[in-house]
């Protein structure tokens, strides 16, 4: 089982990871208005120019990054892109101390730690808290060796510890308080999950007695609606003719099929039936709409259940659904099953953008391989699942 620790708050609630995108992508455009409005002030002790374009160039990279990895199309947050941002933002660290090399390299206004401590207060929502401490490490020190290789070429008014101190300071202030942050959401989560699995125990027991009741009040109502009314007349009669034993086989081949039909209907069929209720439509649902000869729908994990329920009841209740063309089709794939949804949905903004975007997010942290194309009007989602 993957420990708590080596979860991103992403992971652990993709809705809030989604919410804390606009977040990520205000800090992405005040990082690179940072280090513009810093390098265009500071130009004048910057003896090579080029180094400090490539620096900014550098940090605009990571900003873009960020915005294309927090997308919820594109979660959870990729270690690769971690890694890429990372190495960015220390290297444009590094260019911009070596642009100014001839001045005092490691003044209070150089951009390099605060660039990088904004970047990591961007990643918590995305990584987890040992990465963003790893990473601010690795940024404390990269500055400690400036400091120290500035320091041995040239002389310093102050000692070089109290000039790394007042250098990092806003990277170990910024990092720390990340990794911080991200674990304190981690605790809220696992908080948060602990009382609501309680609470879905507590209520699943006091359920199961009403479920049981209405499941038996179903069968009675089919006794009632055909087997009743028949025997009242046959009591009535008093009579037995072939019409009669027609009419009894009749109604005993029509309650087996109600009940092989209940025995075949799996919780997938169910959902979208609900679904299929909300929606006032010329051309309503029908059942051919779910394809699923091998009944791999209840392999599904509660999680993944879950998941998929809240996606069908929101993709059915949205105000561009169209049912014509909605279908649902699993087959098998080795050891796993394939869930194909085709839906035609009318949108004047991406899926990105829309109201559904919140919901991809979680797709995609349950179903990794989930693939969303959209052309529209027509709307494809892809994803596997193991049996």
């Known amino acids: 089982m993957t420990d708590r620790r080596d979860q991103s708050f ?6 809030g990871g989604f919410s804390a995108r606009p977040v990520t992508l205000l800090l992405a455009v005040v990082v690179v208005a940072y280090v513009v409005a810093t390098t265009l002030i500071d130009l004048s002790t910057i003896r090579d120019l080029p180094l400090a374009l490539f620096a900014v160039v550098a940090i605009g990279m990571c900003s873009l990054g960020l915005v294309i990895w927090s ?46 401590g904004l970047i990591l207060v961007a990643l918590a929502p995305y990584r987890p808290p040992r990465e963003i401490l790893a990473v601010t490490l690795l940024g404390v020190l990269t500055v400690a060796v400036l400091v120290f290789v500035a320091s041995s070429v040239r002389v310093k008014d102050a000692p070089p510890l109290a000039i790394l101190v007042e250098t990092a300071l806003p990277l ?9 942050y991200a674990s304190s959401l981690g605790r809220t989560v696992d908080s948060l999950r602990s009382s609501a699995e309680e609470a879905t125990r507590a209520a699943t027991d006091s359920l199961r007695g009403d479920i049981a009741r209405s499941v038996q009040q179903d069968r009675v109502s089919i006794l009632d609606e055909s087997v009743v009314p028949f025997l009242t007349e046959l009591l009535r ?29 799996t919780w997938l069929d169910t959902v979208i039936d609900h679904g299929a209720r909300m929606i006032v439509h010329p051309s309503p649902l029908g059942s051919e709409v779910l394809a699923d000869d091998h009944r791999l729908a209840p392999a599904m994990s509660t999680q993944q259940r879950t998941v998929v329920r809240a996606y069908l009841v929101a993709l059915l209740a949205h105000p561009g659904f169209d049912p ?23 949108l004047d903004e991406s899926v990105q953008r829309s109201s559904l975007a919140a919901y991809y997010a979680v797709l995609r942290i349950v179903f990794p391989d989930l693939t969303v194309s959209f052309s529209p009007p027509h709307l494809t989602l892809r994803f596997s699942y193991a049996l």
Do not use: C
């Not at 990372?86 to 951009?111: K, N």
């Open 10 to 15: 992403q992971q652990l609630d993709p809705v």
């Open 237 to 265: 009669t008093r009579e037995v003719t072939e019409e009669t034993r027609d009419r009894a086989a009749e109604i005993a081949a029509a309650i087996r099929a109600v009940m092989v039909a209940d025995v075949d209907r």
């Open 71 to 116: 997308s919820p199309l594109r979660a959870p947050f990729p270690s690769a892109g971690f890694a890429v941002i990372v190495l960015l933002a220390l290297a444009a660290m590094i260019l911009i101390a070596y642009a100014g090399w001839h001045e005092a390299i490691l003044v209070p206004d150089w951009w390099g730690p605060v660039a990088v």
């Open 172 to 180: 170990v202030a910024m990092g720390l308080a990340s990794a911080a």
């Open 324 to 346: 014509d063309g909605f279908s649902v089709t699993l087959t098998r794939a080795g050891d796993r099953a394939a869930l194909v949804l085709r839906a035609k949905l009318d």
